[in-house]
């Protein structure tokens, strides 16, 4: 048997029989199974995804090769390879079956761009070399404050290869309140962000030393992450590794993730996010939230993390909303998760007292604190553990009364509503 149709027959199993934290009836079990198809939907597209691709040097009779120093790119570090780079990519996005490739052993000096789609068909970005942001905050451009690499507008686009997108962050940490508290808050920029896409995937690529995030997916669908690289110093401000926003149908497999902040971060509008072995520190752990700030809405529903690894974060798993009523989150799975954390709160579920979490469902769970025992908070959070869970959750409570799911198409529906009221807005982080 599956081993994802086992989770959910002896999860099922254990509910009826023993029972979890609080009273579980049998909206408990239909969530149960509604969540598990989630997962085994993730399976599916897993086994699927992690298949090796054949490299587009196999069959370059078909492809269209766009090589950015055929366009005048340097690539010594030093030169500025920026307009290379937008006339390269202005061939590749407008030829059917381009490879828009950034060739190995070199690295190009980059400032912020936006790579306008939608593109033609079969568009594959190699990134195999470096690419290297401007390292000075004040030879910044001041038309982009707050993306470096932006992809707009892509469909059915693949980013793959073994090369770096390095921001040169080092300056821009020095200059944050978080590091002086005589410094002014302000936005930095994100190293990789892909707005507004679908059925994009990325895979293999090494996000390094963001000004600020490292990799924002927002307003977009059908995303697969796999194999991702994201690194910074554990003492980074506002570093998160990937930051999704106003997104459905995310899948991130088998990234390794250590920043100065939350590995993974989920705010408003987004649904269907699938998260599956992910190594998570140094880090704030995996985060959903923050949500609600100045009674903004903020929806996040369908998120399944399952099989992760957390070193020495500064926090475990966390959902994070502000006390307001514009806030819904619901049917949430952590399974399958152990490690370390700094924080004796290694769960935190702090939500609005006004409007509940819903269905948060914890399985196999062992998170601890070298140095002393660890608990769980919960405010406002309902929802249930079974298996082991360490530490207990018993501050999860149940509801005895019907609820009644939310279908994808609503979720959809509500996702496009909530990314509409926030399409002229920048992506910014929520605690600066």
């Not at 821009?172 to 410094?183: D, I, P």
């Amino acid at each position: 048997m599956d081993k994802f149709l086992l989770f959910s027959f002896l999860g099922m199993l254990i509910v009826v029989h023993h029972g979890v934290a609080g009273n579980v009836g049998i909206d408990d079990i239909g969530m149960l199974e509604e969540l598990d198809q989630i997962c085994w939907e993730m399976e599916e597209e897993n086994e699927m995804e992690s298949s090796p691709i054949s490299s587009w040097t196999s069959d370059r009779g078909s492809k269209v090769l766009v090589n950015v120093d055929s366009f005048g790119a340097v690539g010594d570090g030093v030169s500025d390879d920026t307009q290379a780079f937008q006339k390269a990519w202005d061939i590749a996005c407008s030829t059917p079956g381009s490879v828009f490739l950034v060739p190995q052993g070199r690295t190009y000096l980059v400032n912020a761009t936006r790579f306008q789609g939608p593109c033609s068909d079969r568009l594959v970005i190699q990134i195999d070399g470096t690419i290297r942001a401007p390292a000075e905050p004040k030879d910044w451009d001041p038309k982009f404050p707050r993306t470096w690499l932006e992809f707009y507008q892509l469909n059915g686009v693949l980013f793959q290869g073994g090369g770096v997108i390095d921001g040169s962050g080092s300056k821009w940490w020095a200059s944050s309140c978080k590091k002086n508290k005589s410094n002014p808050c302000r936005g930095a920029p994100t190293a990789l962000t892909i707005d507004s896409s679908s059925a994009v995937q990325i895979k293999g690529l090494t996000i390094q030393n963001s000004q600020q995030m490292h990799f924002v997916i927002s307003r977009s669908d059908s995303i697969r992450v796999l194999g991702v690289l994201i690194s910074a110093p554990g003492d980074s401000p506002n570093t998160d590794g990937i930051h999704i926003s106003a997104s459905t149908d995310v899948s991130l497999q088998d990234c390794k993730i250590g920043t100065g902040d939350d590995c993974i971060s989920i705010v408003n509008a987004s649904t269907g996010i699938k998260m599956k072995r992910i190594y998570c520190g140094p880090g704030h752990g995996i985060s959903i939230g923050s949500l609600g700030k100045d009674n903004s809405t903020g929806i996040v529903s369908k998120v399944v993390v399952d099989t992760a690894f957390l070193q020495e974060t500064t926090n475990g798993l966390r959902i994070k909303t502000w006390q307001t009523s514009a806030v819904n989150i619901s049917q949430i799975v952590y399974r399958n998760i152990r490690g370390t954390t700094k924080s004796a709160k290694a769960m935190k579920f702090a939500c609005s007292d006004t409007v509940p979490c819903r269905n948060i469902v914890l399985s196999n769970i062992n998170l601890e604190k070298k140095d002393g025992t660890v608990e769980t908070y919960c405010n406002s959070a309902e929802g249930f553990g079974y298996g082991v869970v360490q530490p207990s959750a018993d501050c999860l409570s149940s509801r005895d009364k019907e609820y009644v799911f939310i279908n994808q198409q609503e979720d959809v529906q509500v996702a496009e509503t909530s990314r509409s009221s926030s399409e002229d807005h920048d992506i910014v982080h929520t605690e600066l």
